[in-house]
């Protein structure tokens, strides 16, 4: 079955950076889209960064652009997150999200049928 396991998570000050690691498994990787999402307590999940594993559109939350990357390693089956000059306000618990063979990515978290188990990322000030 399908399964992703994110990794990476942590407590830094702001101003830091932290990359988060999704591997997945049970699937086509490279005919996917898989986003990152996040919840922080007493809000809404939100999207932060999605791509197409195989291949051109990505696309990212106004909030963290110029800040975060998303990339993908096609022969890990992995997804990564990386988060520079971290704000307080990314605090929340980020979640790894994959839409099987769809090729044009969005936010709209019920596109994404299979999500991992969340790790938590804390940034003090």
């Known amino acids: 079955q399908v399964q992703l396991v994110e990794s990476g998570g942590g407590s830094v000050q702001a101003g830091g950076a932290l990359r988060l690691s999704c591997t997945a498994s049970?699937?086509?990787?490279?005919?996917?889209?898989m986003g990152w999402f996040r919840q922080a307590p007493g809000k809404e999940r939100e999207g932060v960064a999605a791509?197409?594993?195989?291949?051109?559109?990505?696309v990212y939350a106004d909030s963290v652009k110029g800040r975060f990357t998303i990339s993908t390693d096609n022969a890990k089956n992995t997804v990564y997150l990386q988060m520079n000059n971290l704000k307080p306000e990314d605090t929340a618990m980020y979640y790894c999200?994959?839409?099987?063979?769809?090729?044009?990515?969005?936010?709209?978290?019920?596109?994404?049928?299979?999500w991992g188990q969340g790790t938590q990322v804390t940034v003090s000030s």
């Open positions: 999200a994959a839409a099987l063979s769809r090729w044009l990515c969005t936010f709209q978290s019920d596109q994404y049928k299979h």
């Open positions: 049970g699937y086509t990787y490279d005919n996917a889209c």
């Open positions: 791509l197409y594993t195989g291949g051109g559109s990505t």
